[in-house]
């Protein structure tokens, strides 16, 4: 079995190789090709990529290319983690909101809206030639904005899922606090990406005991404080929120916090250097305890698991994925892509009939696909209007001038990455 990754010069690469090499049961990898413009990023990290195998008896090959079409060719998955521009465009979008009174987030709000315009034709293009390269293979996408770029991805005809980390952290938290395995906990995990409510934590599967009240009773503190939300307001809802709703719930909150520290954008590229110093010592043949500060926390285990579900000839598995709509949520179109829980298996992702979402969310939902809706387009086709257009759907934006300003600073900041700009 061959992998390719895109974006493999990528810091978060050794937890992906690390998830790889203690899985080999799971995903019998053969062969891991690394692709990246960044050539010498690229080295640092293959030669920990080996060491990392060859400590844990993996018989895998590890090779890394800066040509994608090379990477691609046979593969049987292609796993995207690219981000286009790198730590400087993300620092952009982290600040230049901000002048505008607005959050300065990558993957929310009008910072986010910058990176799907960046990102989306370049995964296209990937994806084209990954289709001409083997038409057969699945396109796993962890680039963000992920329920952006995935939806750009399906309406191209390809054959793609998209993952994010945030329900297996939940997943492995809650158990941990509920003291059972994480394979015992069964999410009803609703809404978008990045955008998603627990409404139930079930024992055992989809229609076990919902133990969710308890946790929150039990346990709500906890839960609130890695939220970074008040405890009350979880127990209003009585469901747990993504930590992305903080964005949302406490915009004004976080934009003052936001100008009173450095960016997250500097603290990560701070750490890259420390991690890229690291992962040059020749005797480093794990992943550093660092790599647990950088995000991504059970990626691999969720890249590994969708992997093998997609490849494998087992039975269907449940897993969180970002897929089409089609009736999940009945308030949506059927294009709109979802983060639901999924039956997936060789076929595809297969969405479990979610529990009915309350207005009270769904109307964030159906305002933020409205939003995403009019984000691909200005991707697809460019031009100012439909920038102006997206950000002004934006529920965290919404007035025409400040619209406008955002669509200044966002023009400015981006022409390098923009033909149409």
Request: net charge negative.
């Amino acid at each position: 079995m061959k992998l390719a990754v895109v974006g493999g010069g990528s810091t978060y690469t050794p937890e992906l190789i690390d998830g790889f090499a203690r899985l080999r049961d799971t995903l019998p990898v053969t062969e891991l090709v690394l692709i990246d413009p960044a050539t010498d990023r690229l080295e640092l990290i293959g030669g920990l990529a080996r060491r990392i195998l060859a400590r844990q008896g993996h018989p895998g090959l590890v090779t890394t290319t800066a040509d994608l079409d090379a990477g691609v060719d046979g593969a049987d998955a292609v796993l995207l983690q690219l981000r286009v521009g790198g730590q400087a465009a993300r620092l952009q979008d982290e600040t230049w909101p901000l002048e505008c009174g607005c959050v300065g987030q990558e993957t929310t709000g009008a910072g986010g809206l910058a990176k799907a315009l960046r990102t989306v034709p370049v995964v296209l293009d990937i994806a084209e030639r990954v289709r001409r390269a083997n038409p057969d293979a699945w396109i796993i996408d962890f680039t963000n904005p992920v329920g952006i770029v995935t939806r750009a991805l399906l309406q191209a005809g390809h054959k793609a899922v998209g993952l994010c980390n945030v329900a297996i952290g939940l997943q492995r938290k809650f158990a941990a606090l509920l003291d059972l395995a994480p394979g015992d906990i069964h999410l009803d995990h609703v809404g978008l990406n990045h955008l998603t409510w627990e409404l139930g934590v079930r024992r055992g599967g989809p229609d076990g005991e919902d133990l969710l009240p308890g946790l929150l009773a039990g346990h709500g503190e906890a839960i609130a404080g890695d939220l970074r939300l008040p405890r009350a307001l979880l127990d209003r809802l009585g469901v747990v929120p993504s930590y992305y709703l903080r964005y949302f719930y406490a915009h004004d909150e976080v934009v003052r916090e936001l100008g009173t520290k450095p960016s997250r954008a500097a603290e990560v590229a701070a750490m890259e250097r420390e991690l890229l110093a690291l992962y040059g010592d020749p005797a480093l043949d794990e992943k550093p305890a660092l790599l647990a500060r950088r995000g991504g926390a059970f990626y691999s285990e969720a890249a590994v698991d969708l992997a093998a579900s997609l490849l494998g000839d087992g039975g269907p598995a449940l897993q969180v994925v970002n897929t089409y709509n089609n009736g999940t949520l009945p308030f949506l179109p059927d294009d709109a892509v979802v983060e639901v829980q999924a039956r997936v298996d060789a076929s595809g992702p297969r969405p479990l009939a979610a529990p009915r979402l309350d207005p009270l969310y769904a109307g964030l939902v159906s305002h933020v696909t409205a939003y995403e809706d009019l984000a691909l387009d200005a991707a697809l086709r460019g031009g100012r209007e439909r920038v102006f257009r997206a950000l002004l759907a934006h529920p965290l934006v919404g007035r025409y001038d400040l619209a406008g300003q955002l669509t200044d600073r966002l023009l400015a900041h981006n022409k390098e990455h923009l033909a149409w700009a």
